[in-house]
């Protein structure tokens, strides 16, 4: 497989997609990972391309608005999403070094396992292998010696991917956005409402400072509102859920040894807890997988489930002891915007030839916004113009 490319599913292809000429001008709707990557590849390509996102890259209502985001090629038998990742790292370390921006942290990513087998991370292995980004095994003797802060009593063993670790998402989103800008594309902040569909086309956009936008495409990527934008025919495909994470005080007297722990994955088959210690001394960071309640990204409330933050602390008490008590310093609300099966829906509408939907990030999509956005770009532009 070439360095820069990476093969889809069948499954995952469109062949009913419209395709551009480089001269055609394309709407890209949401600034998030997967918008903003799309626009600013569509622009790469020689488009003309507005964006337009109601509150801005990297917004507080977004998927997208939190510090961090793991990045992982931990897929289990998904060589798809593996080799997307593999690619999107490249893109993330590529784009940082143009814009002089550190954005992806090389921390590593520590899994712990329960079982002797763990198909999540076992089925990767032949693919890290493959590229050259094989994992470290970790028996438990090498487990608590590398890691002391982790109680291993219920565990198996762990796996390190030395290749992992986090992404700055907040700071990324708003970094894409500033180079699109600087890059010849249009931002526009105001909030989008599709027009009618006549004869198979979209007419156009209604913005709320009163304008308007017409446009040769239309892509819209604008995560949890997805549904609420196209009700009949998204509705009961990209739902959002309410999932959190916290941020807790660790120890001062050890805090550059919990602040430079790998960014982790708990394999419990059920919480998922994953966490992201120490960046920007914002705390010890735990996120919660397990999906939440269904949750309103524009009028909802960022504030934490007692339930659900109780839970957390007892996780986080039994698996990182020493953080029993550790006080909250800071807490998110972060919507997902989930799919059914919990892959990305890159699709035309069914009425509108000049549509393309592009979302269902379901809380792993973050990591693989620029090899998405480039991907959908190829599929997309005409080689000639």
Same mark, same amino acid.
């Given at each position: ?221 604008? @995560? =949890?509102?997805? &549904? ?5 025919? %998204? $509705? ?7 999932? /959190? ?115 269902? @990030? =379901?809380?792993? &999509? ?5 090899? %998405? $956005? ?7 532009? /005409?080689?000639?113009?």
């Amino acid at each position: 497989m070439a360095a820069n490319t990476f093969a889809p599913p069948t499954t995952f292809l469109r062949p009913n997609l419209p395709r551009l000429s480089r001269s055609a001008h394309v709407v890209v709707v949401g600034a998030g990972v997967f918008g903003g990557w799309t626009a600013l590849s569509l622009l790469r390509a020689g488009m003309e391309v507005t964006m337009v996102d109601a509150w801005g890259a990297g917004n507080s209502r977004s998927s997208s608005g939190d510090e961090t985001r793991v990045i992982r090629s931990t897929y289990g038998a998904n060589r798809f999403y593996f080799d997307m990742n593999v690619r999107a790292l490249e893109l993330w370390k590529e784009n940082e070094t143009r814009w002089n921006k550190k954005l992806f942290h090389n921390v590593g990513v520590l899994w712990l396992c329960y079982e002797d087998k763990t198909p999540l991370v076992d089925d990767s292995i032949p693919f890290a292998d493959a590229h050259g980004m094989s994992y470290q095994y970790l028996e438990l003797s090498t487990l608590k010696k590398r890691f002391p802060q982790v109680n291993t009593e219920d565990l198996h063993h762990g796996w390190l991917d030395p290749y992992g670790g986090y992404l700055k998402a907040r700071e990324s989103c708003q970094a894409v956005g500033e180079a699109f800008v600087r890059e010849g594309g249009k931002f526009v902040q105001a909030s989008a409402t599709p027009g009618e569909i006549k004869s198979g086309r979209l007419s156009g956009l209604s913005l709320s400072n009163s304008g308007s936008l017409q446009a040769d495409a239309y892509l819209f990527a604008c @995560g =949890s509102w997805m &549904g609420q934008l196209f009700p009949e025919v %998204l $509705g009961n495909v990209i739902t959002c859920t309410k999932q /959190e994470a916290y941020y807790f005080g660790v120890p001062r007297q050890d805090s550059h040894a919990y602040d430079t722990l790998p960014a982790w994955v708990d394999v419990d088959g059920d919480d998922f807890y994953y966490g992201i210690p120490g960046n920007a001394s914002r705390g010890f960071k735990i996120g919660v997988d397990r999906r939440g309640e269904a949750f309103d990204p524009t009028h909802g409330d960022r504030v934490s489930n007692p339930d659900v933050l109780a839970r957390a602390r007892k996780f986080i008490g039994h698996r990182f002891p020493g953080l029993k008590n550790a006080p909250l310093v800071e807490s998110r609300v972060c919507p997902y915007e989930n799919s059914p099966d919990g892959n990305f829906i890159f699709d035309k509408h069914p009425e509108a030839e000049n549509v393309i939907f592009l979302g269902g @990030g =379901s809380g792993h &999509g973050f990591k693989h916004g620029p090899a %998405l $956005g480039e991907w959908v770009a190829s599929q997309l532009v /005409e080689l000639k113009a």
